[in-house]
């Protein structure tokens, strides 16, 4: 462990999972900790809960397709469907700096209730501090959910569970870094922030459904890797496979980033017994498609099968690609 | 409402009333949130609920009595454990500003870990997120918690009903005040940062009791301002009962500080039936004291009876005097 936080330390990659395991994990342990999801199942009640929190530090707080606020409510709510529930309830805790124009606080507050009703819970607490001047005009906005545990996920992979990505890569991580750099690219490239519930629901229906997650920072690489680095499998994705729109491809291209580690705000990862994998990539539409496979051979390891047949690692970048996207 | 956001607005006072009502509350309205408690009662599931957050932007982190990490647990429980809940579960999502010590967030984990465990409630859930470096060394926590109810609190206030303070007022506040201003006062004034939970239980066994709060951010005043505005009832406290240490006194003596609206981070103040009043105030131990009572004149005014038998209005304050401290 370095002596001081750096932004590493919250670009999803390596430094994150060592900064949470080494220090968090190992202080605060219990059963529903330790399994490092992005949500905890809580048994304790007489109906399971699912219960999950994220702080969104975006900058900026508006991007192509989305804002701070929509990206707090859709976040926390993909988390818990994820985790195989259905969300209830929401908090929302503002972190103010002082001289945030109020105009943009309701834009944003205004999202947050767009999405909220659309997802259908509600607001139900909340809180809100001010901080003197920093370096900029920000909101840092963190949601923590309730919802009703629905489906019971679990880890147990056999050899050939197909890997599905419910829609095209990246498109997240770009959206950001161009309204962060005022890149102007001709097009129309937004971000995919959106709630994840009624993929969910479709996923849930299906009995040979292993695991749910959302990609978010550190992109799909990060997110499969979290998937087998505690298993005895492997995941081999398809180069060929991976959806990435043109003009994600284009700036990625351009700036020399990898669309694999650029984060997801409304796209989801299934990993399904491969004889339903079909059925579930129709159920979902056109957008969703096979991009993988799990495996016997390298276990622990993601394995790129490239475009002209060779085999890449692909490992947690201990660098980041983007910061503060999420 | 002002064009940006001020200190004032994050002060516990009426700025900060006016943006909660008029901004958040307005828009996300539902039954729990419109309560404005600092914790939402869920009913929803077959067991009822309770739900809080807070996020906590304590400058300095540490503090005579107790730092961030501490408070940050000690705040969520408490609001729980206020809506007749006992604590069971709690998120932790920290926001690192780049550069911060890996051993300054090793002792906030430390107290984190030590409060939960004797709080007796597990850390299931969290977030870690690194923003660019600020203004300075910063840390912000945020903690949501799940409690179950067990005790049915609500305003149906009387005439006479008893207001208890279950410790001295004011020390949190004053503590943080001198380390950030770096005071040196002779003896120890230290925070009252604690748990509440031992507190709580103690007044859930009474059935006279009206109602619980923790008086953090605005201290004693704003929150028995809180429990009155709404209502049809005034009420009345008594300076010559209002407990002050004597160390707390000296430095509002020295720098015009009001105590009645300093934070406590581990005081409970209960309105409870006059009859058992004295009863509660033995359970709790000699600390606690009954401060003032429910008055049906001035409804929705709080009104401080004078050492020398005046009577004054108390007012949330529109300015703050500590910013951050909760």
Known sequence: MKNNITLDHGSGGLLTSRLIEQEI??????????????????????????????????????????????????????????????????????????GF?????????????????????????????????????????????????????????????AVILSGSMARHGASVFMAREDIQLEGNLTSDCALLIDQARIAFSFSGLRILRDPTRGGVATTCLEL??????????????????????????LLGFDPLYLACEGRMLAIIDQHQADALCSALGPQASIIGKITKEHPQKLTLKTKIGATRMLRKLSGQPLPRIC
């Open 25 to 98: 994990v190992s202080r605060f342990q219990n059963p529903s900790l330790n399994e490092l999801k992005d949500a905890a199942v809580l048994e304790h009640f007489d109906q399971d809960i699912v219960f999950s929190t994220d702080s969104f530090v975006v900058d900026p707080w508006k991007f192509p397709g989305g804002d701070i606020g929509k990206l707090a409510v859709c976040g926390t709510v993909n988390d818990i469907c994820m985790a195989g529930g259905l969300p209830r309830y929401l908090s929302c805790s503002l972190i103010l700096e002082e």
């Open 228 to 253: 087998i680095e505690h298993s005895s499998w492997g995941m081999e994705l398809d180069e060929k496979k991976l959806p990435i729109d043109s003009d994600v491809q284009t700036l990625c291209d």
């Open 101 to 161: 124009p109020v105009a943009d606080l309701q834009t944003i507050l205004n999202s947050m209730k767009e999405s909220a009703q659309q997802a259908n819970v509600s607001i139900v607490t909340g809180d809100t501090k001010v901080i003197e001047h920093q370096k900029g005009h920000q909101i840092w906005i963190n949601t923590a959910g309730i919802g009703t545990k629905i489906k019971d996920l679990d880890y147990k992979y056999q050899e050939g569970d």
